[in-house]
């Protein structure tokens, strides 16, 4: 079982977007796929909740013990952690919980600098599992047509982390979609918006695979 926590303490990353599709297309692909909300505000849970026949099942679990948790649910393909912004001790669960750590992160000076304090804890479980854990940073919320690839990945080297060749860019479509409790896979499945997840999606799993 691969559980992916897509973590950032600082809010407006957009964590849930990317962790509510990034169940979503693993779903697609054929995985059966459990999406955790770690977050109290609930931001994934209500998602779920707005359609009626909602295909992702959506759990609830904002307490430090999703790691401990995690062993008494029905064994998966993929389990996704919508992480909690500004909550150390849920941080810390879903990392102990995770086989790979997704870091989205704007193309921003402050949403790198306040990369630091998660990055850390991410290292430091790395070392505890003599780097059996995966993490890497997501650029995500880019302004498209502006070059904040290279600038993004030369700011954030300096975390030793790697920063994914996918990128999430800034699209009405995204909270449009997130409206109705459905993803832009569903609404527009040939879409440019579709195929950066599914980029994303497939660039995780040759990781994990």
Request: charged content about 25%; hydrophobic content about 45%.
């Amino acid at each position: 079982m691969h559980v992916i926590a897509v973590l950032n303490q600082k809010g407006g990353s957009g964590k849930t977007t990317i962790a509510t599709h990034l169940a979503r297309a693993l779903q697609l692909d054929g995985a059966d796929v459990l999406l955790i909300d770690s977050d109290p505000q609930g931001s994934a849970r209500d998602w779920a909740a707005v359609r009626e026949e909602q295909p992702l099942t959506v759990v609830g679990i904002d307490r430090p013990t999703i790691e401990r948790d995690l062993k008494h649910v029905a064994r998966k393909d993929f389990v996704v952690i919508d992480g909690a912004p500004q909550a150390a001790d849920l941080a810390v669960s879903a990392i102990k919980a995770a086989s790979f750590i997704l870091i989205p992160v704007q193309p921003s000076p402050y949403d790198i600098w306040a990369a630091a304090d998660l990055v850390e804890l991410v290292k430091q479980r790395i070392e505890v599992t003599d780097g059996k854990l995966q993490a890497a940073f997501v650029v995500s919320r880019a302004i498209k047509g502006t070059k904040v690839g290279a600038e993004v990945a030369e700011a954030l080297a300096g975390y030793e982390l790697p920063v994914l060749e996918s990128r999430i860019t800034q699209r009405v479509s995204y909270p449009g979609t997130a409206a109705i409790g459905t993803t832009v896979l569903d609404s527009e499945p040939t879409g440019d918006a579709a195929a950066e997840i599914r980029a994303l999606a497939n660039e995780i799993k040759n990781k994990l695979i």
